[in-house]
């Protein structure tokens, strides 16, 4: 088991910046591909940004947004600029085991443990 916790959530005017965290517990976590997804209000859960040893972001928040990671503490990144209204969601971070030398998991079903989200909310 994996477990994932969030934080850096809040409130922000377009335009600025936040830094999201996500820490995990219970497992060799470098082994792990680490993921940020967002849900916006009645909207479905969509992919942001990923990371093994390279990076791929959804288009909406290419150039703005930043995934790392910091193996030695088991935790990602995400580091969140030029912020818009459109950005407004949960933030979820989400694992899976292993990586992929072909392919960047973009889609929640390919993640098996998920964060319980952080609220990002970006007034215009």
């Known amino acids: 088991q994996v477990q994932l916790v969030e934080s850096g959530g809040g409130l922000v005017q377009a335009g600025g910046s936040l830094r999201l965290s996500c820490t995990g517990a219970?497992?060799?976590?470098?082994?792990?591909?680490m993921a940020w997804f967002r849900q916006a209000p009645g909207k479905e859960r969509e992919f942001v940004a990923t990371?093994?040893?390279?990076?791929y972001y959804a288009d909406s928040v290419k150039g703005r947004f930043t995934i790392s990671r910091d193996n030695a503490k088991n935790t990602v990144y995400l580091q969140m600029n030029s912020l818009k209204p459109e950005d407004t969601a949960v933030y979820y971070c989400?694992?899976?085991?292993?990586?992929?030398?072909?392919?960047?998991?973009?889609?929640?079903?390919?993640?098996?443990?998920w964060g319980q989200g952080t609220q990002v909310t970006v007034s215009s």
């Open positions: 989400a694992a899976r085991a292993g990586y992929s030398v072909t392919t960047y998991y973009t889609d929640r079903g390919d993640y098996d443990y």
């Open positions: 219970g497992r060799t976590f470098s082994r792990f591909t």
């Open positions: 990371i093994t040893w390279s990076t």
